[in-house]
Every structure is written in structure tokens, then in C-alpha cells.
Nanobody, 125 residues
Framework: QVQLVESGGGLVQAGGSLRLSCAASGRNFVGYFLGWFRQAPGKERDFVAAMRWSGSGTYYADSVKGRFTISRDNAKNTVYLQMNSLKFEDTAVYYC??????????????????WGQGTQVTVSS
């Protein structure tokens, strides 16, 4: 069982930046697929970004495209979500999620079977 631990959330002013980290336990993540989701109070958990651990593909929600970047550091078994030009509506708890193998349904939280505990991101207007 892969364990995922997020960090890096916090309070930032609109227009600012934050970088979230998701550290994955274990070794040899060849074939692993990792995504970021977010959930605001009273709302559903929404897809944000995802990538193949190999780095061969990255995917973004339209709402964050051009502002957020997903990347990974193999040596640290860590995936990052760099968030720039943050907006008030980006406020949410952010979760990283993982699964073995790519799924065409990567935007759906239901296809992931490993989840982190979440980290709060609050953007003040």
C-alpha cells in the first residue's frame, strides 16, 4: 500500500504562489499515476492536475491551466503542485491521490485508491 503525505498548504494573498508537496512511500513507482484534487466547503472533490510518474504526460483542469504546474522528483519520491496567480476561488483542501496505471477516467476521484490526508490552501482576496 502506497502512503501519500501532503504538505505546503497555507494562507496566501490573491496573486501569490504556493507549492504543495506529496511524498510517496515505497520504491519503484514506475507505472504509478498521481493526481491532485481539491475540495471546498460544501462542494464536491474536483480534479486539479495529474501526471504519469514517468513524466510522459501531464493533465490539468481548465480552471488551473496556465497557473498550476505538476511535477515530480524521482530521487525524493515526491510530486509537486506549483500554484501561481492564486485566486480566492482556489481556496480548498488539496489532496494528492494515486493509482497504479493510467486511467482515461483520471478526472474522477473514484479511480484512485491511495489518498493523502489533505492540506488546506486559503487565498485571501
Amino acid at each position: 500500500q502506497v502512503q501519500l503525505v501532503e504538505s505546503g498548504g497555507g494562507l496566501v494573498q490573491a496573486g501569490g504562489s504556493l507549492r504543495l508537496s506529496c511524498a510517496a512511500s515505497g520504491r519503484n513507482f514506475v507505472g504509478y499515476f498521481l493526481g491532485w484534487f481539491r475540495q471546498a466547503p460544501g462542494k464536491e472533490r474536483d480534479f486539479v492536475a495529474a501526471m504519469r510518474w514517468s513524466g510522459s504526460g501531464t493533465y490539468y483542469a481548465d480552471s488551473v491551466k496556465g497557473r498550476f504546474t505538476i511535477s515530480r522528483d524521482n530521487a525524493k519520491n515526491t510530486v509537486y503542485l506549483q500554484m501561481n496567480s492564486l485566486k480566492f476561488e482556489d481556496t480548498a483542501v488539496y489532496y494528492c491521490a494515486g493509482r497504479w496505471g493510467y486511467s482515461a477516467e483520471y478526472r474522477s476521484s473514484g479511480v484512485y485508491n491511495n489518498w493523502g490526508q489533505g492540506t488546506q490552501v486559503t487565498v485571501s482576496s
